[in-house]
């Protein structure tokens, strides 16, 4: 089993940055990827980034690229979602989830995670 925990999340005006961490525990071992979702009242779970476990190659999606960085701290079994030039629309719950399988051309879909922090709160007000 792996545990991850969500921090960092919080109330921030447009344009302003946040960084949001993750952090894992248990069989740490296992894990391929991890990756970071988001869904905001009434929309369904989108993705936002993602990042291979142990060769560090980061994928993003297009409403997020350029602003937002995945990280990794293997020692620490930590991912940070570094999220600059904040925008309402990136208000929502952002999650952390990992996976022990998937591979990169299918890491944006949620339903391959096995593992799920419990969010954590990112309101970006006008």
């Known amino acids: 089993q792996v545990r991850l925990v969500e921090s960092g999340g919080g109330l921030v005006q447009a344009g302003a940055s946040l960084r949001l961490s993750c952090a894992a525990s248990g069989r740490t071992f296992s894990i391929n990827v991890i990756g970071w979702f988001r869904q905001a009242p009434g929309k369904a779970r989108e993705f936002v980034a993602a990042?291979?476990?142990?060769?560090?190659?980061?994928g993003y999606a297009d409403s997020v690229k350029g602003r937002f960085t995945i990280s990794r701290d293997n020692a620490k079994s930590t991912v940070a979602l570094q999220m600059n030039t904040l925008k309402p629309e990136d208000t929502a719950v952002y999650y952390c989830?990992?996976?022990?399988?998937?591979?990169?051309?299918?890491?944006?879909?949620?339903?391959?995670?096995?593992?799920w922090g419990q969010g954590t709160q990112v309101t970006v007000s006008s």
């Open positions: 989830a990992a996976s022990t399988r998937v591979s990169t051309s299918t890491w944006d879909q949620d339903f391959r995670y096995e593992y």
């Open positions: 990042i291979n476990w142990s060769g560090g190659r980061t």
